[in-house]
């Protein structure tokens, strides 16, 4: 791993870009690359817009999308002196397009920064990410923060438009959908279904909660529903809405019912505004997951119930919220690349552009008690698998083991909250099977059991039951929390004997890597499945379960020696795909948990010769993931990655992954699965399997927190201007600084 120079050069090189403009072929910069998809506003399953970027896409020459690509439009206009521009989205008419300056992403902000004739504005969309304040963390809402400044000395008239219509929630068009505006100290448009369909999903879309989108009531607002000719062209001939709102109820496409609000900001000069324009925006529901549990189905409500007694007040403090929570995202931003700036650069890059999209399908919830109010001590995290083969499965344990790095970095507390879901069920359900099953239920956010095929036979058992006993175990070792291991012994016991029996030599089945054929004795396999063993051995020796701690302990020795006879090659060079293939190869990437886990039971010389082996099979975008197949898989290859030593093969991955991602062959939300040679993405896109990146933090041991009293260099020079546009930029310079002098701490 790199040390104090590779941190100083990305520090230079940040701040470098900052000062230089340096324009591309695009005709903007892009920091830290060009990535696929950017991230605008990403903070629940259903809160999902995303810049379908490619190539290189501007802010105003295409629709913000849902993940699915299809449109969740989301326009704005500027009018500075009398002319008008267009700064986000393909508006139809006359007006002219602002030129992009700028794209900068960091772990929690996109920022675009675009030249209006003579006024800058800037375009900050966060969307903000508190592990450490379970409230916050649950607020599915993402802020657009706009600045501007002249560019010409001198002072201009600026007025700022935003609209988005009923397509925030569903792509079926002819839905009807109704709407109301409330205007006290924030204005808020609320926009839903007339129809309310709890639980049910069309597309990838509930068919239920409600779209918001709010601004602070301010001197020079106004703001308007109705149809989209008429609220959009209202702004341009008059600069403000002040014609007041139709009523609904009607469809999506009829006239286009449009939600929008207007700013007049008076005049603008070169220091910029007072107070920027901040804007919140979200897909919420009250009631979020049913889950099937002893005593019935609860109905589970989002966690920041347990303090705002609606959505609409949640709403309301993440507004008050922005400067808290702008704070917060840079404490988050600088932490996230000082650790990963430890190992490179382009490290740093990749982190940055997962994070939101790993967290994003998350839902924190608690439970309602039987009078009602809310039980804020049973937290359970639900998250949804987003596309590929096991689309709206919910907790798949496949998934949870991918991201499992990210939750090691994060509050443990959430770590907990995504593995008891899986336990609670198993446990109160009554499985008929001896091993664990693979998910909690297959059409989020109904977590009540698999249906029909996929019930039996079950498809992943030996995966699963390992992940579970891995997962768990590495929750208890790092927190020394033995709640779960007390509560569940009897189950991951359960699992263990069965895994005893069955992953030495593994029948066919499938496993995490679900796009290879599945097939008998795969080496990989096995091998989870004995480090699973040692866990379990370590987790007795917890429970005071002498004998089972030493009964898994002799099988472990027993298994993994055996493993290493039937796991390498004939020729010794490389660990095979099954144990009866001599020619076939693996990335190996299971090991990596004996690394994390300290189990130590897989001996050095079979680590030495994956790594000199894998070091000659680096493509263009990446190693393969094995030998069946030119496919890689991303988030495997960084596990892999972080369990070698060797840095050179390290940064070979590194790099080829942040290749992929500029490569300007996809357009969809990091895609995880591609080609090795030629980026051909495939299938996995917005998935939070991207939570596997973060593999060289979790070795590292580096942990995530919010420390709130933390005092940003901004902060300390004595003035208290807080509120003000220019200190708002300022302080995002600043955080900038902040980051290289805390990543040189390192
Ligand atoms: C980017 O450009 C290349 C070369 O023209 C093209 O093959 C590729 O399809 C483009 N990417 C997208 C996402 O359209
Ligand atoms: C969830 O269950 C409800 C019945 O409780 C059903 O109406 C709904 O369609 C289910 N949702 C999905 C996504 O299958
Ligand atoms: C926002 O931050 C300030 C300063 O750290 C703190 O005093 C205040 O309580 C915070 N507000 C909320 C709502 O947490
Ligand atoms: C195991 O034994 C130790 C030492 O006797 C004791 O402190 C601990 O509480 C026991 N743990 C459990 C889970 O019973
Ligand atoms: C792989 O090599 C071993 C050792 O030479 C040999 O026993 C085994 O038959 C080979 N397997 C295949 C399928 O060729
Ligand atoms: C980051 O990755 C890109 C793409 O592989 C590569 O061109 C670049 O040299 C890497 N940056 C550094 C600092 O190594």
Known sequence: MLGIHAAAQACAVALGVLFVFVPGVLGWTNKPFNPPAIPLAVSSPYTSAWLMNGNGTALNSDWPKFWNDKITAWASMVIVDSITYQTMGPIRGGDLACDQLSMQFTATSSIFTLRCGLVDFTYTFISPIDPDDLVRFSLPFSYLIITAQSNDGRQHSVKVYTDITGEWLTSDLAESITWQTSATEIITHRVQFVDQRPFQETNNRILDGAVYFSTMNRKGITFRAGAVDDVRTAFQQQGALTTPSETGPRAINDRWPTFAFAVDLGSVGPQGLAQPVVFGIGHARESVVQYAVAGGIQDRVPYFMTKHATAQD?????????????????????????????????????????????????????ARKSDGSVDASDVLLFFRQNSAGYNGWMNGVDMIYAMWPLFTYINPQLSKAVLEPVLRYIASNVSPYPYCLQSIGQSYPNATGLTGAVTEPHPMPVEASADMLIMTFSYSQRTGDLSLINTYYELLNQWATYLGQNTLIPTKQEQAETWATPSAKMTNLAVKGIIALAAMSEMAKLANRSDDMTQYSTTTKSYIAQWKTMALSNNGQHLTYSYDNNQSWILGFNLYMDKLLKTNIVEPDVFVTQESWLKSRVNAYGIQADSTAIWTVSNWEMWTAAYVQDAALQHAIIDSIVAFHQSGRSAAPMPTFFDSETAKPDRFRARTDVGGHFAFLALQGDQLTIQRGFQLPSESDGSNSAASASSFVARTLVVWFGLCWLSLLY
């Open 314 to 366: 949640a709403l309301e403090f993440f507004m008050g919220d922005w400067q808290n929570a702008t704070r917060t995202a840079s404490l988050v931003d600088a932490q996230v690349d000082a650790h990963a700036s430890k190992v490179s650069a382009n490290y740093s890059a990749i982190l940055s552009l997962a994070m939101r999209q790993a967290i994003a399908p998350m839902e924190l919830t608690a």
